[in-house]
């Protein structure tokens, strides 16, 4: 695996939503080696233990990277905290990011903060790709115009009905299915519904690759805390390690 530390200069900051944020920092060395899928981990002032974010963006031109997360504990409160000018420390490109083969319809399947990672993958596909987004409610719906920008075609989906439409991202993607063709299928998000998407796409023969979150300490395979099974060809469970195998697997191989 191929990574650098990094040093990076805040550029940007803002709060996309309540208890949600992006950062834009300069990353000349990491931006050049990311591709859409990978994750950083990132070193906050305090803790021993850094905080993997999933890449929301990458410009090797500006030599920028973008990633959003949501607060879930006192590390990324922390993280937060910073402002333009700040300096952060990180290690990344980390993990094997998406495949991108040739295909004429992609649906990408975004949950909650796991919306984030379908961005560079609908930069990339353009008008091939329809994103399918879900969220509690409408005031915790984000990049909704970004993805727009990309020229794709958006699906919206909250539980409570307050945006879009009312149901889970799954409904969605079935009645999508029901009336347009689709060669291939990526999502990231809350554990069954990455599930529920693989099931649908087995149902229907569509290739589906997911991206795994699970907790982990170091983000290059030596703590083994973030192992997951995995099915093998020969029929065999291997116990895999989401930073360095993944975090971006077959839908059908992950043991859900």
């Known amino acids: 695996m191929r990574y650098t530390q990094e040093f990076t200069k805040v550029l940007t900051c803002r709060e996309l939503s309540a ?13 050049r080696l990311a591709r859409a899928g990978q994750f950083v981990q990132i070193l ?3 803790k021993q233990l850094r905080r993997p974010i999933s890449l929301a963006g990458f410009d090797a031109a500006a030599g920028t990277l973008t990633f959003i997360f949501e607060i879930r504990g006192e590390g990324t409160r922390r993280m937060a905290e910073a402002q333009v000018g700040d300096t952060l420390d990180l290690i990344g490109p980390l993990g094997n990011g998406f495949p991108l083969p040739e295909a004429e319809h992609v649906v990408l399947i975004g949950g909650g903060i796991g919306t984030p990672p379908m961005l560079p993958l609908a930069q990339y596909y353009g008008g091939k790709a329809t994103v399918i987004s879900g969220f509690r409610s409408a005031s915790s719906v984000i990049l909704q115009e970004e993805f727009a920008a990309a020229g794709v075609t958006v699906t919206l989906c909250t539980d409570d009905g307050s945006a879009g439409f009312n149901g889970f991202t799954t409904q969605a993607l079935e009645a999508h299915l029901a009336s347009h063709p689709c060669d291939l299928i990526c999502t990231c998000g809350p554990t069954p519904m990455m599930r529920g998407v693989a099931a649908v796409a087995a149902k229907h023969g569509i290739s589906c690759f997911v991206s795994l979150e699970e907790r982990m300490g170091c983000g290059f395979g030596a703590c083994v805390g973030c192992a997951v099974d995995i099915k ?4 065999t469970v291997s116990r895999l390690k989401v930073c360095t195998d993944g975090p971006v697997f077959a839908g059908e191989e992950v043991c859900w």
Not at 232 to 235: I, S, T, Y
């Open 19 to 31: 208890g949600i944020y992006e950062y834009t920092v300069a990353a000349p060395q990491i931006s």
């Open 44 to 46: 906050v002032e305090g």
């Open 232 to 235: 093998q060809a020969n029929g």
